[in-house]
């Protein structure tokens, strides 16, 4: 009788391949968690455009990066470049734009436009590093390497640290900046040191993500979350569940039915928004009656 070999399942192969993967979903999982974190400032501060800006300046970060490289000879690490531009895009968006006679909308339409503009025309003379321009742009973390998993992990770490020692006083400063004043919190220093946070984690997320999941994770995520209406605490844990679930399951979902993976997370950012709006049209006539 002939032996008949069958072929191993997609969860048997993906076992077996567990050490290529743990590394991009390990990844994917804690910029998920973090950016969930953040995102929470980000909406309800109603930032969510400056997310987009600074997400796509990081992509141009990491395409000039390779542009310098290439054609000037000189080495710049494209984590760096993300960064860098990141944290001056963030920076420059926290300029009153009344003093350039613009409104807050027109500089980050500008910023917006600019940067994914010049990072498609940067890509354009660098053909063969274009993959990992789509990359960075659009998301194809399909392999992370050690260095771009240890620098999010080590980003987030300190970050998460950060704003829970400083919980209070960033959210005074956030949602009542007059308050915070008469009461002689340093409202500049906290408010800068929450945008420079967004702006350093989004350029080492999207340099190893890309930067479309990484916009979604640093806006849906909270956007998922609020819709339950909670109190502030739990509305900031579930944010960060959920954009962990939306970064770690978005790469299960891209590997098992063969989906590009930044658009797996995205998509699955969306997905969570309806299952919690769902969620709350279950909940609402329960909460009217109590």
Same mark, same amino acid.
């Given at each position: 009788?002939?032996?008949?070999?069958?072929?191993?399942?997609k969860?048997?192969?993906?076992?077996?391949?567990?050490?290529?993967?743990?590394?991009?979903?390990?990844c994917?999982?804690?910029?998920?968690?973090?950016?969930?974190?953040?995102?929470?400032?980000?909406?309800?501060?109603?930032?969510?455009?400056?997310?987009?800006?600074?997400?796509?300046t990081?992509?141009?970060?990491?395409?000039?990066?390779?542009?310098?490289?290439?054609?000037?000879?000189?080495?710049?690490?494209?984590?760096?470049?993300?960064?860098?531009?990141?944290?001056?895009?963030?920076l420059?968006?926290?300029?009153?734009?009344?003093?350039?006679?613009?409104?807050?909308?027109? +500089?980050?339409?500008? #910023? *917006?436009?600019?940067?994914?503009?010049? @990072?498609? !025309? $940067?890509? &354009?003379r660098?053909?063969?590093?274009?993959h990992?321009?789509?990359?960075?742009?659009?998301?194809?973390?399909?392999?992370?390497?050690?260095?771009q998993?240890?620098?999010?992990?080590?980003?987030?770490?300190?970050?998460?640290?950060?704003?829970?020692?400083?919980?209070?006083?960033?959210?005074?400063?956030?949602?009542?900046?007059?308050?915070?004043?008469?009461?002689?919190?340093?409202?500049r220093?906290?408010?800068?040191?929450?945008?420079?946070?967004?702006g350093?984690?989004?350029?080492?997320?999207?340099?190893?993500?890309?930067? +479309?999941?990484?916009? #979604? *994770?640093?806006?849906?995520?909270?956007? @998922?979350? !609020? $819709?339950? &209406?909670?109190?502030?605490?739990?509305?900031?844990?579930?944010?960060?569940?959920?954009?962990?679930?939306?970064?770690?399951?978005?790469?299960?979902?891209a590997?098992?039915?063969?989906?590009?993976?930044?658009?797996?997370q995205?998509v699955?950012?969306?997905?969570?928004?309806?299952?919690?709006?769902l969620?709350?049209?279950?909940?609402?006539?329960?909460?009217?009656?109590?």
């Open positions: 009788m002939e032996t008949v070999l069958l072929e191993p399942s969860w048997e192969q993906f076992q077996s391949a567990w050490e290529l993967f743990q590394d991009p979903i390990l994917a999982l804690i910029a998920g968690c973090v950016l969930g974190f953040l995102s929470v400032y980000v909406v309800l501060r109603r930032m969510v455009f400056v997310s987009a800006a600074v997400t796509n990081a992509g141009l970060g990491v395409a000039l990066a390779f542009f310098a490289e290439i054609h000037l000879g000189v080495h710049v690490d494209p984590l760096v470049g993300a960064v860098v531009l990141s944290v001056a895009a963030t420059l968006l926290m300029v009153e734009p009344a003093r350039l006679r613009l409104s807050r909308e027109s +500089l980050l339409g500008c #910023a *917006f436009a600019f940067a994914g503009g010049a @990072a498609i !025309l $940067v890509g &354009d660098i053909a063969q590093e274009a990992d321009i789509q990359g960075i742009l659009f998301g194809t973390a399909v392999l992370v390497t050690p260095d998993l240890h620098a999010v992990a080590v980003v987030g770490a300190v970050l998460m640290v950060l704003h829970l020692w400083w919980y209070r006083g960033i959210t005074f400063v956030s949602f009542d900046r007059i308050g915070a004043t008469v009461q002689g919190l340093p409202v220093m906290l408010d800068t040191v929450l945008m420079v946070s967004i350093i984690m989004v350029g080492v997320c999207a340099r190893a993500l890309g930067a +479309l999941p990484v916009f #979604a *994770f640093s806006t849906l995520s909270a956007i @998922a979350a !609020l $819709v339950l &209406d909670l109190r502030l605490p739990w509305t900031f844990f579930t944010a960060t569940v959920l954009g962990g679930i939306a970064g770690a399951g978005g790469y299960f979902f590997y098992f039915y063969d989906f590009p993976v930044g658009g797996s995205t699955l950012s969306g997905v969570l928004v309806l299952l919690m709006m969620v709350q049209l279950v909940r609402a006539p329960f909460q009217r009656k109590a």
